[in-house]
Each structure stands twice: as structure tokens, then as C-alpha cells.
């Protein structure tokens, strides 16, 4: 008989600092459905910053910890641990990268590995975790910027790579930091800009005109797909870069499947991921994954149902495997 998982609380570690309207956009499109969704599985859905717990390791042996003031164990609490190094959230990454191990020595069941966490929080890492798949990912060079950054240094791995080119911040997301540059002299300038604030990008070409496939995966299984396509001479198909997506889930186009399928298997135990893939209407690429891809709320119903069913295969996954390992354990 399979083991029932004994959780009842579903904790996101999320450095969340963004603004009223930030916090507002964030309630609607994604937390507010997710707390409901959680709910519907007898789970209390909560977020915190990294600081909010705390261990007490004075004997190692039999550690306790708090969430809040409130004792938390691995057999009532799952955390959600996805590493988020957005602009704002960057005074957060080592204390996130730090509380995640130790959760992890602690026992708890985290459904984002920490070691797979911090491979796909770096575009040119996922790139190299991923290469050896039937698609290519996008051709990428990764420059560390900084005071030195101006001397060109980086020119000789630049040499494959052919004007115009996509410059964007090496871990954040959301279409935030994303340049097209069409000659040396743009990109120095970008690269004098991430600087100041010592910002690695990566340099990617710029895929005229595509259509981009995000694949929502539970268990290793397509369970939705949209698609998008850029709007002229914009950065990628994010709306916050001139994008735009489409909404209206369609079914995985079969060309995709073997490069889905492994993905499924560089990125296991995650039970969840979201894959975009970008193509030109010739080539496709892989282009980047998330293990803590949001499913969007608030377009339309029918949208809004599908993106539930996504939600709730994933909190039902967190579930099972909980109970795995909590039984493994025992």
C-alpha cells in the first residue's frame, strides 16, 4: 500500500521585494489561484523570505526548526526552493542558496533539487546540463562583467557568433535585462551597463521573427502547451520586451517530444518544469527551463481551467513524492 504523505503546508521561500503594484500583478495572476488550488488539497500555501526560518542545531542530532516562530518538520512541511536572483531579489541569493542545503540536510522533501536549482537558475549552465539532447540549445557565450570588463576580454568567445545579437542577464528572468545588439560597440556599451552592478550576461544570436513553445511537464509528461511569437524588432516574446504569447493551449508538436522527454530525464527527480523551445519556422532550439514556471491566471476560463489542471497535477506530485520519501526514510 503506498505511502499517504502527512503534509500540510506548502511554503514557498521567496525573496519576495517587489513593489505595491508587483505584489498586486503577482496575487492575480498567480498566488491567489494557487493558495485556492493548494487549498482544494487540504494544504496551506505560504511565502517567505529566506530569513523567516530559523535551526536550531545545537544538537545535531535532533535539530528543530521554525518557520515564523512556528516548528515546521519534514513530515508536515514541503518547501519550494527555486533559486530567484532577479535585480531586487540579488541581496537574497546567498541566503537562499545557503538555507536550501541545509533544509536539505535536514530532510526535508524538496520538489526543486538545490543542485538542480542552481543549474537552471544560470542560462549558460542549463545550456551545458542540457546539450547532449536531439535539439541544440540556443548557441551561448557567458561574460562576466566588471571592472575589467572594458578590455575586450571576452572577444575571442564571441568570435562564433554573428551581429545582431541577444545580450541578457545570466539568471534573471522574465524578459527583464534584454538588449539586441547589432555591432561591438552596443554590446561594450550593454556590458559597461551590467557592470555597474556586476551582472554576468550571456550572449545568445537573435533569432529573427519566432515562434516560441513553452511545454509544461508533470511526472516527466506534457500536461499543457502555449505558444507565442515575437512583435517586430523586440527582444524576445515577453510581453515586458514587445512580446507577445498567445494563450490558447494547443497540443505538443511531435518534433518536440524526444527533446522533451529528455529534459524530463537530465532534470530528474523534479516532478515539474516548464521548456521553452524557440524556432524560425526551419530550426528549433531549446532555450531556456524553469523548475518553478508560473501557470498564469486571469486571461480567459478556458485558459484559466487548463492552467488549474496544471497546478493541481503538480501540488498532487509534490504530495506522492513526499510520501516516497518520507517512507523511504522511515
Not at 541566503?95 to 543542485?115: A, E, I, K, S
Not at 516527466?220 to 515586458?240: D, I, T
Given at each position: ?20 503594484w ?22 496551506e ?12 542545531a545545537s ?30 531579489q ?8 545557503f538555507l536550501?542545503t541545509?533544509?536539505d540536510?535536514l ?12 543549474v537552471?537558475?544560470d ?6 546540463h ?25 572577444d575571442?568567445?564571441?568570435a562564433?557568433?554573428?551581429?545582431p ?32 552592478a ?12 519566432p ?10 509528461e ?14 524576445m516574446v ?8 498567445s ?7 511531435e ?18 518544469f ?45 504530495l ?11
Amino acid at each position: 500500500m503506498a505511502e499517504q504523505s502527512t503534509v500540510r503546508r506548502l511554503c514557498w521561500i521567496y525573496p519576495e521585494r517587489g513593489t505595491a503594484w508587483q505584489r498586486a500583478y503577482e496575487d492575480r495572476a498567480v498566488w491567489d489561484a494557487y493558495r485556492a488550488l493548494a487549498k482544494e488539497l487540504s494544504l496551506e500555501l505560504s511565502l517567505h523570505h529566506p530569513e523567516e526560518v530559523a535551526v536550531d542545531a545545537s544538537d545535531p542530532a535532533r535539530p528543530r526548526v521554525y518557520l515564523r516562530g512556528e516548528r515546521v518538520t519534514p513530515d508536515d512541511t514541503v518547501f519550494v526552493t527555486m533559486l530567484y536572483a532577479l535585480p531586487h531579489q540579488m541581496q537574497d541569493v546567498a541566503n537562499q542558496l545557503f538555507l536550501f542545503t541545509v533544509l536539505d540536510r535536514l530532510g526535508f522533501h524538496l520538489p526543486v533539487p538545490p543542485h538542480l536549482g542552481y543549474v537552471v537558475a544560470d542560462k549558460a549552465a542549463t545550456a551545458l546540463h542540457l546539450a547532449d539532447g536531439p535539439l541544440p540549445p540556443l548557441p551561448t557565450v557567458r561574460i562576466s562583467t566588471g571592472r575589467d570588463a572594458m578590455t575586450g576580454h571576452y572577444d575571442a568567445a564571441l568570435a562564433g557568433l554573428q551581429y545582431p545579437l541577444l545580450v541578457k542577464p545570466a539568471n534573471w528572468a522574465m524578459g527583464l535585462g534584454i538588449s539586441v545588439v547589432a555591432n561591438v560597440h552596443d554590446l561594450r556599451g550593454v556590458i559597461a551597463l551590467a557592470g555597474g552592478a556586476e551582472t554576468a550576461l550571456v550572449v545568445q544570436p537573435y533569432v529573427r521573427d519566432p515562434r516560441e513553445t513553452r511545454v509544461y511537464v508533470v511526472d516527466g509528461e506534457p500536461r499543457a502547451v502555449v505558444q507565442g511569437w515575437k512583435e517586430g524588432y523586440c527582444g524576445m516574446v515577453n510581453r515586458s520586451v514587445g512580446g507577445r504569447r498567445s494563450w490558447a493551449y494547443t497540443e505538443l508538436p511531435e518534433r518536440l517530444r524526444g527533446a522533451v522527454e529528455h529534459v524530463a530525464r537530465k532534470l530528474h527527480p523534479a516532478p515539474y518544469f516548464t521548456v521553452d523551445f524557440l524556432s524560425d519556422g526551419e530550426r528549433d532550439w531549446l532555450s531556456e527551463v524553469e523548475l518553478d514556471g508560473a501557470a498564469g491566471f486571469g486571461l480567459d476560463e478556458a485558459s484559466d481551467r487548463i492552467a488549474a489542471d496544471v497546478v493541481r497535477a503538480r501540488f498532487r506530485s509534490y504530495l506522492a513524492g513526499h510520501a516516497a520519501a518520507r517512507g523511504a526514510a522511515r
